[in-house]
């Protein structure tokens, strides 16, 4: 029996669906909304939709305002002697003319570097033809697709886990419900045993072999009793809340229909999965990305941009504007084939996904097959641990009665007591093991 204990506390969480209970569909529903797990992939939705944001930004004009202010000291000078190429001419010229309309020019000296210099600017740039802001967003939206269908997969996950810890939260109630009962039936056994060393009918080792049999009990009742608590905790987790809430107890859902059409199940599985969405997300994902560069390849990118603004020494807008306007075209004709290498390796990618999508898709074929077969196991089970508790508890009330008559001794009555409790036990296993099976079916086939 302490095998089967231990059986019961290390059954594996497997997720379980389609449940009728609304105390475990709230349950469900405050775990979707405060899980931790799913808040992050909340924010990582948020993140790819502002990156769709940006790539739609580029189709805009951009227009920057870029002042400047430039202070020089030292450093290399512009000589040229204007002035003692001209000024002789100049005055020849205003001696001919008798006039000054001439004047004599300073020769040149003056730093490279410009000082108390500013330029004050607009300047904007628009895309005319450009094939990498196109399909940047396309590949974007991809993204956005895929992470949209991997949050629906953690969401899928959070699910059937908050149902197993629930399902396994009422199992530990329903192993001490066992525990409790056979507790009552061992303490009237001691009672028992007390009457009869009182009547000098037996020894007083028989009360000491029963009290011990209590005691055994309730060290497995504190074992379950542990489970319960870690059961309770797991669940709370799940949900984000205090680890000590209390859990409420609904076994509704526990008669539900189990029976299933695998031909059914197996293409619900192809259309339902979540990792078929999003690889389908990534191979769109990589198809655009390779017409990308397709596309770069074979065409420039074409824009017109200007700038305005002021540009003089010292602050003083005063004749100081300007104007330039400006008609871009960029294409980079050869650069050691690596537009070419750019392409093949984007299609390589995309091989890549279309091999892992059949990969992924056969191996839910063999998920669902495999699931469906242990499910009819379990439910071959069933009947006859229900048959074996049935006869378990017959048999003890014969040797119980026996055993009152002074017909049988204390060590048959314990092993028919022992006998019902590990049936029961095992009746509890295997109703809990198909729900298990059940829901494993339910969650590789992406049942909703």
Do not use: C
């Not at 002035?83 to 001696?95: I, Q, R």
């Not at 699910?159 to 109630?173: G, K, M, P, S, V």
């Not at 049935?390 to 092993?415: C, H, M, P, T, W």
């Amino acid at each position: 029996m302490k095998n089967l204990i231990l059986l019961l506390a290390l059954t594996p969480v497997i997720a379980f669906s389609q449940v009728s209970s609304p105390v475990l569909e709230s349950y469900i529903q405050e775990g979707l909304k405060n899980n931790l797990a799913l808040q992050q992939e909340s924010l990582e939705i948020e993140k790819a939709q502002e990156s769709i944001k940006q790539a739609k930004a580029n189709f805009s004009p951009k227009i920057t305002f870029a002042p400047t202010y430039t202070v020089a000291a030292g450093g290399r000078r512009l000589s040229f002697p204007v002035g003692d190429l001209l000024n002789p001419v100049y005055s020849t010229l205003n001696k001919l003319t008798n006039t000054s309309n001439f004047p004599q020019v300073e020769n040149v000296n003056e730093l490279l570097a410009p000082n108390n210099f500013h330029d004050t600017k607009f300047s904007f740039q628009y895309p005319i033809y450009n094939t990498d802001i196109r399909y940047n967003l396309l590949i974007q939206r991809d993204l956005l697709t895929a992470q949209e269908a991997k949050k629906r997969i953690i969401e899928n996950e959070v699910r059937y886990n908050i149902t197993i810890a629930y399902l396994q939260y009422l199992q530990t109630l329903e192993v001490e419900k066992i525990f409790s009962a056979s507790r009552i039936v061992l303490s009237d056994f001691v009672k028992l045993n007390e009457k009869l060393v009182n009547n000098n009918v037996a020894t007083k080792d028989v009360i000491y072999s029963a009290e011990y049999e209590v005691s055994k009990l309730d060290q497995q009742v504190a074992v379950m009793d542990k489970n319960r608590y870690t059961a309770q905790a797991y669940l709370n987790f799940l949900m984000n809340r205090d680890f000590m809430t209390e859990i409420i107890a609904d076994t509704v859902f526990l008669d539900a229909n189990t029976k299933v059409n695998v031909t059914d199940v197996r293409q619900q599985s192809i259309n339902n999965r979540q990792e078929i969405s999003q690889l389908k997300a990534n191979i769109q994902a990589s198809a655009s990305a390779i017409k990308l560069q397709e596309m770069n390849s074979l065409r420039p990118q074409v824009f017109v941009g200007g700038t305005t603004g002021f540009q003089g020494n010292g602050y003083t807008f005063k004749n100081q504007a300007y104007i330039i306007g400006q008609l871009g075209l960029t294409w980079d004709v050869f650069h050691g084939h690596e537009k070419k290498s750019k392409i093949q390796q984007a299609k390589i990618q995309k091989s890549i996904l279309e091999t892992k999508l059949e990969e992924v898709q056969k191996q839910i074929q063999l998920q669902v097959s495999q699931a469906y077969f242990e499910l009819e196991a379990a439910q071959k089970t069933l009947p006859s641990a229900k048959d074996g508790t049935v006869k378990a508890e017959k048999y003890f009330k014969v040797v119980d009665s026996r055993y009152r008559n002074g017909q049988a001794i204390l060590v048959e009555y314990l092993r028919a007591q022992n006998e019902v409790i590990t049936a029961q036990l095992q009746e509890s296993l295997a109703k809990y093991d198909i729900l298990l099976k059940k829901a494993t079916l339910d969650k590789v086939a992406a049942v909703r």
